[in-house]
Each structure stands twice: as C-alpha cells, then as structure tokens.
C-alpha cells in the first residue's frame, strides 16, 4: 500500500505526489535513476553537464519512454551551448530545468513561457532573493553536509535564512526546496517545521538499486560513517565534498603544482570525449571567472572533475577516481529501489507529523 500524498506548494507547482527531489548528479541521474525517481512519486532530474547535446537529446526520450511523469533537466547556465539545450528541453516537453549556477532573467522568461518549471540551485540567502526576482519557480538551497560542490553554512541554518529573506515560513515567494543531511522522514518533517516545501537527495538516491553506480562502488560508500568526508579545494580548487579515499588524501597533501598539471590533461580527455572545442573550453572559462571570484589556476582545474568522477562512479576505478558524497553517508546501510526510499521516508514522515502534539 503507497503512502498518502503530502501535497505542498513545491508538488502542486511541479505535479508530483511527495515532496522529494532527486538531484541531477553527473554521473549518476541517467534516464533509469530519474524515471525510477518520477514513476515512485517524487522528482527526478537529469544531469546534463557531462552529456553531449546528443546525449542528452537521447537521454530525455529514453527518460520519456520509462516514465510519463514529470521530470526535471539539470544544466549549467553558464555553458556555451545552454541555450540550445533549453530548446530542446522545450521541444521535448520537460517540466523542470534545474540550474546549478543561476540563469539570466531571459532565459528564464523564455523557459516559464513555454511552460517549464525554472529551479535554480543556490548557496545564500541573498542568492535566493535575487533569482526570485528575475523570475525563478522555485529554489533548491544546499547546506554544507551536501555532496560536491557544497558551502560552508549548515543546512539547519542555511535553509531558515532563505525561507525568512523570502517572506518567513508560510509567506515564501516563492516554494523553497532543502538539500545537504536528508535521508529520512525526520529530516523532511525537519524541513517543513522551518517552512520548507521538500527535500533533495543525492547521496541518498546514489546508494539505490535503481542507480547504475558500479555495486563495488556503491560498496565503499555503505562501509564509511560520518566522519569520512572531508571538503577539498585540490580536486578542482573549489569545496568539494568527497569520500576519503587514497587518491583524496594524496591531492590533499601534495603538491598543488602536480594537481594543475593532472587538471590539464584531464582537460584534454574531456575535451575529447564531449567534442568541445578548445575555443568553447576557453569562452565556458571566462564565463565561469565573470560569474565568479575563481583564479585562472582554479577554472582550469575545474576541467578535472569530469574525468575523475567518471573515473570512480562510472568506471569503479576509485584509485583514480574521485567519489562525491554528503556526510549523509554515514547514515545510509543499504541499497533499497527509489520507490522504497520514497515509500519509507513518506511512511515515517506521516508518522512523525501524526505524533506532533496539536495534530
């Protein structure tokens, strides 16, 4: 028997039964992860930036082959060729583009205008404002427990200080959506007591039978606890939040000038396995340092994350690779389906919410 739905201004915007999202994690949300997410009732999204334009063309009609529920798109707002993706995310009737760096208000307009959902990602309050103010739908606000790139504010307090900058708990303008720590109904309970209207997980949904992480992959993550995490700038000279593994602790303790020069020939391996030009690596470049304080020796090593967590969540080379976790990890001991995520978190958070007094 499925849990009730919990109908909250985020479900009633995006047409889904339970307010839970799975984010778009590069790698990781294919067609098979984000249709197994919508057909069980929450959001799936698919991650876009470490797919070609083909790609993703292709991975969006096999998603709509497994699936007739609504799902979402992640991309980068800053790339060369977004927006042309957003075209034909349009064509292809997608409900949902998800943005991990804001779009401008144009292209928001012309995402809304043709019936999308615009979510972008956002790290601070005054982050959150903005985007509300060209537009955007909804916002996905991660907290530092989050995996990847991630912050330095915690979710319990990253997430009241946008639902309060927005209008306070109730009177958001717009429907905010909490990500970093959440595993289970307390935790979406726990965002909706600070007037949140859902939760997202990664980590969560990666460690699924649904994902196609390689199982001995998917091994390493059950065995690690809360404290093998750790936030390094020496994978792409932003915070990252990845599993310790020996590869992380020699990037930590080496030398910077020997992880540039890795950076740059992982920068030529993606070069080619997407078909960029060096000319569009260049302009994706000074786009990335106008919209941010990043150093030149910081862009070019971001060119290394591709490869090294296709190394370790593709290929299972963890001694290469490079393995994206939250401190939520911790928490997680064994690989349930999507739906079986989905069903107990909404069974405990039924529960939770019928034994608060006053209910």
Same mark, same amino acid.
């Given at each position: #028997?499925? /849990?009730?739905?919990?109908?909250?201004?985020?479900?009633?915007?995006?047409? @889904?039964?339970?307010?839970?999202?799975?984010?778009?994690?590069?790698?990781?949300?294919?067609?098979?992860?984000? +249709?197994?997410?919508?057909?069980?009732?929450?959001?799936? &999204?698919?991650?876009?930036?470490?797919?070609?334009?083909?790609?993703?063309?292709?991975?969006?009609?096999?998603?709509?082959?497994?699936?007739?529920?609504?799902?979402?798109?992640?991309?980068? /707002?800053?790339?060369?060729? +977004?927006?042309?993706?957003?075209?034909?995310?349009?064509?292809?009737?997608?409900?949902?583009?998800?943005?991990?760096?804001?779009?401008?208000?144009?292209?928001?307009?012309?995402?809304?205008?043709?019936?999308?959902?615009?979510?972008?990602?956002?790290?601070?309050?005054?982050? +959150?404002?903005?985007?509300?103010?060209?537009? /955007?739908?909804?916002?996905?606000?991660?907290?530092?427990?989050?995996?990847?790139?991630?912050?330095?504010? !915690?979710?319990?307090?990253?997430?009241?200080? *946008?639902?309060?900058?927005?209008?306070?708990?109730?009177?958001?303008? &717009?429907?905010?959506?909490?990500?970093?720590?959440?595993?289970?109904?307390?935790?979406?309970?726990?965002?909706?007591?600070?007037?949140?209207?859902?939760?997202?997980?990664?980590?969560?949904?990666?460690?699924?039978?649904?994902?196609?992480?390689?199982?001995?992959?998917?091994?390493?993550?059950?065995?690690?606890?809360?404290?093998?995490?750790?936030?390094?700038?020496?994978?792409?000279? #932003?915070?990252?939040?990845?599993?310790?593994?020996?590869?992380?602790?020699?990037?930590?303790?080496?030398?910077?000038?020997?992880?540039?020069?890795?950076?740059?020939?992982?920068?030529?391996?993606?070069?080619?396995?997407?078909?960029?030009?060096?000319? !569009?690596?260049?302009?994706?470049?000074?786009?990335?340092?106008?919209?941010?304080?990043?150093?030149?020796?910081? @862009?070019?090593?971001?060119?290394?994350?591709?490869?090294?967590?296709? !190394?370790?969540?593709?290929?299972?080379?963890?001694?290469?690779?490079?393995? /994206?976790?939250?401190?939520? *990890?911790? #928490?997680?001991?064994?690989?349930?389906?999507?739906?079986?995520? @989905?069903?107990?978190? #909404? !069974?405990?958070?039924?529960?939770?919410?019928?034994?608060?007094?006053?209910?």
């Amino acid at each position: #028997m499925s /849990a009730a739905a919990l109908e909250t201004d985020f479900t009633k915007l995006v047409g @889904i039964d339970y307010p839970i999202v799975q984010t778009g994690m590069g790698w990781v949300s294919g067609p098979h992860l984000t +249709a197994a997410t919508a057909n069980a009732g929450g959001l799936g &999204i698919l991650a876009s930036a470490t797919m070609t334009y083909d790609e993703l063309e292709q991975a969006i009609r096999r998603t709509k082959e497994l699936t007739d529920k609504p799902f979402g798109v992640n991309l980068r /707002a800053d790339a060369e060729d +977004a927006e042309a993706r957003c075209e034909l995310m349009i064509r292809e009737g997608v409900k949902v583009a998800s943005f991990a760096l804001a779009p401008k208000p144009e292209l928001i307009a012309r995402l809304k205008d043709n019936g999308l959902v615009v979510i972008p990602s956002i790290g601070a309050a005054k982050h +959150a404002v903005k985007v509300a103010s060209w537009g /955007a739908d909804a916002v996905i606000v991660q907290g530092g427990e989050g995996g990847g790139h991630t912050g330095q504010v !915690a979710t319990t307090l990253l997430l009241p200080s *946008v639902i309060d900058a927005l209008g306070g708990p109730g009177n958001t303008s &717009i429907p905010v959506v909490g990500a970093g720590g959440f595993f289970d109904g307390r935790g979406l309970v726990a965002a909706l007591a600070y007037g949140a209207s859902g939760i997202a997980m990664g980590t969560r949904f990666l460690l699924t039978s649904d994902s196609r992480v390689p199982d001995e992959v998917k091994a390493q993550y059950l065995e690690r606890g809360l404290q093998d995490t750790v936030v390094s700038t020496r994978v792409d000279g #932003m915070p990252h939040r990845v599993l310790r593994t020996g590869l992380v602790n020699a990037l930590e303790s080496g030398n910077p000038g020997k992880s540039l020069v890795a950076a740059v020939r992982n920068a030529q391996k993606f070069k080619s396995m997407t078909g960029m030009k060096w000319q !569009a690596l260049a302009k994706d470049g000074l786009n990335m340092k106008k919209s941010s304080d990043r150093t030149w020796q910081q @862009i070019v090593m971001a060119a290394n994350t591709p490869m090294l967590l296709k !190394a370790g969540l593709v290929e299972g080379n963890t001694d290469a690779g490079v393995l /994206a976790s939250g401190q939520v *990890v911790g #928490m997680i001991d064994d690989l349930p389906s999507c739906d079986e995520v @989905i069903q107990r978190i #909404m !069974a405990q958070a039924h529960e939770r919410l019928a034994a608060l007094p006053g209910r």
